[in-house]
């Protein structure tokens, strides 16, 4: 038996028509669910007494006899191994060392597993795949579901933390390990097969693939969908305001003087469109009471809002309010006096070029004529999920 061999030390026999065991998310679609998480251990349904749960450490050395034992059950007693890899010890820093647990704590099976953000443990394996080693159970509690609970617990840790796949490498001779693995969904991938270490192929192992990657799909002609999905893509927020003539030179002032209240809405598509010559790109609905009067001026002032301006920006987006600026602190901006908002974290002075038909929405193009930073400039408000946020450190 080799210092490498992986997955190969479970016999599963009948064990996965036994109905055995249990946990697995919807990903998985050849396994279903009817098991119990209670913090970080499972029950299962069908055998609640059988838990699994990850090692303790005063546990790896009845781990390493037990993998051991499976695997000389399997494959003949190994040679003294010098791989640190065969210790559960070593194996618990890098990686997840699991074990299935009978009704008095004794230890009948034990897998370890990739942990999520860590490294593979097998050089061929991508970053979207759990892979796993030393699947092993007790030969003593053979046949009776210990493996197949040990791997739906896997595939369910898989889908849990967004992995793609569940890869394992097997010896070529463990037919009933092999039976488990298809029964639970996994395919052969000869493609991959075999153990590689420093880009040499050094064993004849077998490689199965479990496939988790179902992706969930809203229906692309619901508004609500989309709105909803598309929201997750965050983005900051703009005041855009404009709408009384706009001349060069025109003060704000003067326009409340002519008793025409400016035009204000928020958006949140406000790209960097081209820096050189600075461009603006907004997308504005067609229903938009405000963005016609702003349009007819052909110059608007946009202002960043800062993370402490989410009510302000309810406020001002209301559908159709007029005077919507009224009690808002704003200073005139230089070319053509439209209300920049104060507090803001920048601002920007801009004239329409040109617009784009964009479905319900209008694309518009603007020529950036002026711009600065304002007081809150590092504290910009973000929009996702509906929700307004601030920044935080990732
Ligand atoms: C955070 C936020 C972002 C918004 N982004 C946009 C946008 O990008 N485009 C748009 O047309 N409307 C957007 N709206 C809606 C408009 O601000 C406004 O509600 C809509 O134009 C109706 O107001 P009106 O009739 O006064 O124009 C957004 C609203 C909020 C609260």
């Given at each position: 038996?080799?210092?490498?061999?992986?997955?190969?030390?479970?016999?599963?026999?009948?064990?996965?028509?036994?109905?055995?065991?249990?946990?697995?998310?919807?990903?998985?679609?050849?396994?279903?669910?009817?098991?119990?998480?209670?913090?970080?251990?499972?029950?299962?349904?069908?055998?609640?007494?059988?838990?699994?749960?990850?090692?303790?450490?005063?546990?790896?050395?009845?781990?390493?006899?037990?993998?051991?034992?499976?695997?000389?059950?399997?494959?003949?007693?190994?040679?003294?191994?010098?791989?640190?890899?065969?210790?559960?010890?070593?194996?618990?820093?890098?990686?997840?060392?699991?074990?299935?647990?009978?009704?008095?704590?004794?230890?009948?099976?034990?897998?370890?597993?990739?942990?999520?953000?860590?490294?593979?443990?097998?050089?061929?394996?991508?970053?979207?795949?759990?892979?796993?080693?030393?699947?092993?159970?007790?030969?003593?509690?053979?046949?009776?579901?210990?493996?197949?609970?040990?791997?739906?617990?896997?595939?369910?840790?898989?889908?849990?933390?967004?992995?793609?796949?569940?890869?394992?490498?097997?010896?070529?001779?463990?037919?009933?390990?092999?039976?488990?693995?298809?029964?639970?969904?996994?395919?052969?991938?000869?493609?991959?097969?075999?153990?590689?270490?420093?880009?040499?192929?050094?064993?004849?192992?077998?490689?199965?693939?479990?496939?988790?990657?179902?992706?969930?799909?809203?229906?692309?002609?619901?508004?609500?969908?989309?709105?909803?999905?598309?929201?997750?893509f965050p983005s900051g927020v703009v005041v855009v305001t404009g709408?009384?003539?706009g001349?060069?030179?025109?003060?704000a002032?003067?326009?409340?003087?002519?008793?025409?209240?400016p035009a204000a809405l928020v958006l949140q598509s406000f790209v960097s469109l081209s820096i050189d010559p600075p461009r603006v790109l907004l997308s504005v609905?067609?229903?938009?009471?405000?963005?016609?009067?702003i349009?007819?001026?052909?110059t608007f002032a946009a202002t960043v809002l800062s993370d402490s301006q989410g009510e302000l920006a309810r406020d001002i987006a209301?559908?159709?309010?007029?005077?919507k600026l009224?009690?808002v602190s704003t200073v005139a901006s230089p070319r053509h006096g439209h209300p920049v908002v104060l507090g803001g974290s920048a601002w920007f002075e801009c004239a329409i070029r040109?617009?784009?038909?964009?479905?319900?929405?209008?694309?518009i193009v603007a020529d950036v004529l002026g711009f600065g930073p304002l007081q809150r400039a590092e504290l910009p408000l973000v929009f996702a999920?509906?929700?307004f946020a601030g920044l935080r450190e990732?």
């Open positions: 038996m080799s210092d490498v061999n992986d997955a190969g030390g479970v016999s599963a026999g009948s064990a996965v028509s036994a109905g055995s065991a249990v946990s697995a998310g919807s990903a998985v679609s050849a396994v279903s669910v009817t098991s119990v998480r209670v913090g970080d251990v499972t029950v299962l349904a069908a055998q609640p007494e059988l838990t699994i749960r990850r090692a303790r450490p005063d546990e790896y050395a009845a781990v390493d006899e037990l993998i051991d034992a499976a695997y000389a059950h399997d494959y003949g007693p190994r040679g003294t191994s010098t791989d640190p890899m065969h210790l559960a010890e070593v194996r618990d820093r890098g990686y997840e060392v699991w074990v299935a647990a009978g009704p008095r704590g004794e230890l009948l099976g034990s897998v370890t597993l990739r942990k999520l953000g860590g490294r593979a443990l097998h050089e061929d394996v991508a970053d979207h795949e759990l892979d796993l080693r030393l699947l092993g159970v007790s030969p003593d509690a053979r046949r009776s579901g210990v493996g197949a609970a040990l791997m739906r617990h896997t595939a369910e840790l898989a889908a849990e933390a967004g992995f793609g796949a569940v890869v394992l490498k097997t010896a070529p001779d463990m037919h009933g390990a092999h039976r488990l693995y298809e029964e639970l969904g996994f395919a052969r991938a000869p493609e991959r097969d075999g153990l590689w270490i420093g880009g040499s192929r050094i064993l004849d192992l077998f490689t199965y693939v479990l496939p988790l990657a179902v992706l969930p799909t809203a229906a692309v002609a619901d508004p609500d969908a989309a709105r909803s999905v598309l929201g997750r709408g009384f003539g001349g060069e030179g025109t003060p002032a003067g326009a409340s003087d002519a008793g025409v209240s609905g067609k229903r938009s009471t405000s963005w016609p009067r349009a007819a001026g052909t209301r559908p159709g309010a007029r005077d009224a009690g040109e617009e784009f038909d964009g479905g319900d929405h209008c694309i999920g509906s929700r990732a």
